[in-house]
């Protein structure tokens, strides 16, 4: 699929088309079960797929990638598959991943903005996967690659607990 989007240089616009793909299955309880179950039929798993595509204009390669899907009985392995092909899209385009976590919600002025610095700091694009966890008490965890960088509170309150329990 990355190949043929690729070659054909329509790249962006199916990778906008996987992202918004992968969000209505992850938001979409009736189609994850739809796509999981293994007694639809090859008919009405096309049928359904085709008008979802229509309904979402989505590319030729999209459309002839969920039918092979379909037809291999592969098509439960759509989330997998997915997120490789946005990994090797990434990567590709030489994006670092980094996943932040905080403990409050940032703007999205304070994310665009440790991003900025991340990618003068790395030397390449940041791509940040966001989330909050409302667990950490304060501060950020963040990790690019191998390289973990750990603020929070919680940890720190973990360390000087370490440290009692050795005195």
Do not use: C, H
């Amino acid at each position: 699929m990355y190949e043929l989007a690729n070659e054909n240089s329509e790249l962006e616009t199916v990778e906008n088309n996987v992202n918004e793909l992968l969000t209505i299955y992850s938001t979409s309880k009736e189609l994850k079960n739809f796509i999981k179950n293994p007694t639809q039929s090859q008919s009405t798993q096309l049928e359904i797929l085709y008008r979802i595509s229509k309904q979402m204009n989505l590319t030729k390669i999209i459309q002839n990638f969920l039918g092979v899907l379909v037809i291999k009985r592969r098509i439960f392995f759509i989330k997998k598959i997915f997120l490789n092909f946005l990994s090797l899209a990434s990567k590709q385009r030489g994006e670092l991943k980094a996943t932040l976590v905080s403990s409050k919600n940032l703007t999205s002025e304070e994310l665009e903005n440790l991003s900025k610095d991340l990618s003068k700091t790395m030397g390449a694009p940041i791509a940040l996967d966001y989330e909050v966890d409302e667990k950490l008490i304060g501060g950020l965890k963040m990790q690019v690659g191998s390289l973990m960088i750990d603020t929070s509170i919680k940890n720190k309150l973990k360390k000087y607990e370490k440290m009692m329990l050795e005195i």
